[in-house]
């Protein structure tokens, strides 16, 4: 039962993460994806300069890693390069997007056959709602030269109403 309950939280987590995300996107979307990958930089910029302190802070050189140094190096340069060209990465989040829309609607779609033989309201909500973010990713995937707002928002309204199908389905299990 500690399982089911720590997996629920973690869906219900998941959906309003998704939610809040989707509604940046949808309200700013021409900040929203530079700021992102500028959080993501520092994110990696931290994680480069905890490697290099873990590194120089061993006393003995047995116990520093080289691997450490240079991943370390990597995760710093990562970032600086993902906070200096915020703009270029936010270029190719269209396809990122609609892949990873696609393969979590995917995975709703798979949740709802495995619950075919159960609650049917449920089965059809969720496989209704997989369909939906499905058709919205590969509206995403097929036109990632439109404006970059407008792939923002429908984007943004994608992870939203992927949210809230998890949150319905996780309602409707839990």
């Known amino acids: 039962m500690k399982k089911v309950s720590d997996a629920l939280k973690n869906y219900i987590v998941d959906a309003i993460l998704l939610i809040a995300l989707g509604l ?13 990958f500028k959080w993501v930089g520092i994110g990696f910029i931290v994680m480069g300069l905890i490697k290099g302190l ?4 061993r006393k003995e050189k047995k116990e520093r890693s080289v691997s450490d140094l240079l991943v370390g190096c990597l995760q710093l340069a990562v970032g600086i390069f993902a ?9 190719h989040f269209p396809i990122v ?5 696609a393969y979590g609607a995917i995975m709703m779609i798979v949740r709802a056959v495995k619950m075919k033989d159960g609650d049917q309201k449920t089965f059809i909500l969720s496989l209704v709602l997989g369909i939906v973010t499905l058709v919205l990713a ?10 970059a707002n407008l792939m923002m928002q429908t984007a943004g309204i994608a992870m939203i109403v992927e949210g809230i199908s998890l949150l319905i389905v996780m309602a409707q299990k839990g």
């Open 83 to 91: 906070i200096a060209k915020a703009e270029v990465l936010a270029s």
């Open 97 to 101: 997007a609609a892949i990873l829309l």
């Open 138 to 147: 590969v509206v995403v995937f097929a036109h990632p030269a439109m404006l």
């Open 24 to 36: 940046v996107m949808l309200i700013w979307p021409q900040w929203s994806l530079q700021i992102i």
């Open 54 to 57: 873990i590194y120089f802070s």
